[in-house]
Structures are given as C-alpha cells and as structure tokens.
C-alpha cells in the first residue's frame, strides 16, 4: 500500500519561510517521478515543482528562485523548501507520485497516481 505523508505546512508571515516533507511508504522516492502541488482556494490544482528519477528539476515560473524541491533517498523523502513566501502561495499543498517509462516527467497532475492528503500552507501579509 502506498502512503504519502505532508507535513511541515503553517501560517508564516510574508517573506518567510517553510519546509516541507513528505515522506513516502509502499514506494522508492528515488525510482519515481515526485512532485509538489496546490490548490489555493477556489482555484485549480497546479504543479509547482517535478524532480524525476535522475534529480532533474522543473519549477513553475511563480515559484521560481524561491521554492527548491528535493529528495532524500535514504530516508525516501521528498522536500520542498519555501523561501520569499507571499500571500498568493496561500494554497494547501500536496505530494504526489507517478512511474514514468520515460526519461523525465510531467507537471500535469492528472499523470500522478499516488496523492498525500495535503498540508495546508497560509501566509499574511
């Protein structure tokens, strides 16, 4: 069975900081295209940041130079490190998780199979 588990979202204030985990059972983090998502509220679903199987990284171009994704193998974690928070990244923020025959992976959410149950990030101004 696979579980992903979010943790480390908060309330922070404008220009601080987060760190997010997600740690991962049921599957190898490394072997998996892993991604972080949000959804603010009464919007859709978006991809934030991708790390595929040989680290590559993708990143919206809203996040940018503030977010940073990464992934521990030994410990079959995956991150997101949040830096320059502002109110539009108030959204609940996901871990998800697909198997890709190919090299590198997709941001759109409807390939990733496997979902955390979220954790909800808020940030004042």
């Known amino acids: 069975q696979v579980q992903l588990v979010e943790s480390g979202g908060g309330s922070v204030q404008a220009w601080g900081s987060l760190r997010l985990s997600c740690a991962a059972s049921?599957?190898?983090?490394?072997?998996?295209?892993m991604g972080w998502f949000r959804q603010p509220p009464a919007k859709d679903r978006e991809g934030v940041a991708i790390?595929?199987?040989?680290?590559?990284?993708f990143y919206a171009a809203a996040v940018q130079g503030r977010f940073a994704i990464s992934k521990d193998n030994a410990k079959n974690t995956l991150y997101l490190q949040m830096s320059s928070l502002n109110p539009e990244d108030t959204a609940m923020y996901y871990c998800?998780?697909?198997?890709?025959?190919?090299?590198?992976?997709?941001?759109?959410?409807?390939?990733?199979?496997?979902w955390g149950q979220g954790t909800q990030v808020t940030v004042s101004s």
């Open positions: 049921g599957i190898t983090v490394s072997d998996f295209c």
């Open positions: 790390i595929d199987t040989y680290s590559g990284t």
């Open positions: 998800a998780a697909y198997s890709s025959s190919r090299r590198g992976c997709v941001s759109f959410a409807s390939s990733y199979n496997y």
